[in-house]
């Protein structure tokens, strides 16, 4: 069985010892890279969109670093025989749709077919995985949505009190609410806004973090390693942050109310924040220059017909950009585009959204803008994975250290 850290096999970049995983729903890839850097060695990756399985594909046969060696299946989730992975691998992620619970969808949760937190649920009762990691939308968090959330973390903690056939989701609920064990795994479900560890966009997502009771008494979320104190800190008390892009510092204080009294605050304590300063889209494109200026740069081309709206005006450039959109009816124009300083907008380049996802350059898209600007708003950034991956990981590899004896 590999759940031993000791006899897990070597990562093909660092050499350190890998833990072993697969992945539902793996869209474009970005929660699978994020894993993947922090150390998990993916042994098959699921996804029934066909686009987003050959945009995977186009870069596994590239060799791309952390994917060439990926197995992606191009199936729905409901086919799959998890039980094969059953010692074989000791972790599971994966980013269920998040259409049902999304503020700009139905809102239908449960009686939406695309509802697939069943399927999350019964592959870690099939795969018995020493953690889990899930990914979804805020909108998750409504009280709209409180007995079905209630029921995914319940089902979590607990996957082997199945619901029956024939049983409703408020009968198995109850069930699971008076269950007489404390469950299998200790779960926390935690809100995050993906600036915080790193990523150039304001990405608010809910994350199921699960490790079983074997491995740890008790587990806790990672720390914020960014924050927007320390870009204020760097914008408008020091001034670093404008030096460094050789741009003229604007205004003494920000247009932002909150902001400004943010500012005010850290001048008069001249407090510096101890975090690293939040990744803006300036600091994330910089060095991409114009679309199509540097022809070595894949998907870096412009796209014609950005405009700005009551309610959609773009990503501030000095700003982490707003959460990109996939759209219910392809892209809606005036949230993936960037609002430079003199008030002028365009479109983000396929590459531009890349970035701000964590994906590198070498990491191509094939198809149309529409389509690739469809997968990335659907993604999980690549920061926010490796961050929680690397805090998992040292949980699992701690579980399973031997203990030292005394002398």
Known sequence: MVANCESAPKSARSGEESVRSVELFSGC?????????????????????????????????R?????????????????????????????????????????????????????????????????TPKGFLF??????????????????????????????????RGSHLRRLRNRETEGAYKVMVIKVNAADYGAPQKRHRVLFLGVHKSAAS??????????????????????????????????????????????ESLRIEGREPEELPWVTVRDAIADLGEPGSQVKIANHVLQLGARAYP???????????????????????????????????????????????????????VGSWTENMRQLGNAAPVQLAASFGRHIRGILCKAHRPSRKAA
Not at 227 to 242: A, C, I, P
């Open 135 to 168: 990914e979804n939308v805020r909108g998750l968090l409504r009280l709209k949505f409180a007995d079905h959330l209630d029921w995914i973390k319940l089902s979590l903690t607990e996957p082997y009190l199945a619901q029956r056939d024939n049983e409703d």
């Open 29 to 61: 890839g970005g929660l699978a890279l994020g894993l993947a850097q922090a150390g998990f060695e993916h042994l098959l990756l699921v996804e029934r969109d066909r686009h987003s399985v050959e945009n995977v594909q186009h870069n596994i046969g």
């Open 218 to 263: 008790s587990i806790e979320a990672p720390r914020p390693t960014h924050s927007r104190e320390r870009l204020l800190w760097d914008q408008y008390v020091t001034g670093e942050y404008w030096r460094r892009h050789c741009v003229r510092k604007p205004p003494i204080s920000p247009n932002n109310a909150m902001d400004c009294l943010t500012v």
């Open 311 to 365: 309610g959609h005006t773009g990503s501030p450039i000095d700003e982490p950009a707003k959460a990109l959109k996939a759209g219910v009816h392809g892209v809606p124009g005036g949230e993936n585009m960037i609002a430079f300083a003199d008030g002028s907008v365009r479109y983000f380049t396929v590459r531009e959204a890349a970035r701000l996802q964590g994906l590198p350059d070498d990491y191509e898209f």
């Open 63 to 127: 060799g791309i670093e952390h994917v060439g060696h990926w197995e992606v299946h191009s199936k729905d989730v409901r086919a799959v025989n998890w039980r094969i992975f059953k010692d074989l691998v000791e972790f599971v992620a994966g980013g269920p749709p998040c259409q049902p619970f999304s503020i700009g969808g139905l809102h239908r949760g449960e009686e939406d077919a695309r509802d697939m937190w069943p399927e999350a649920v019964r592959a870690i009762r099939e795969i």
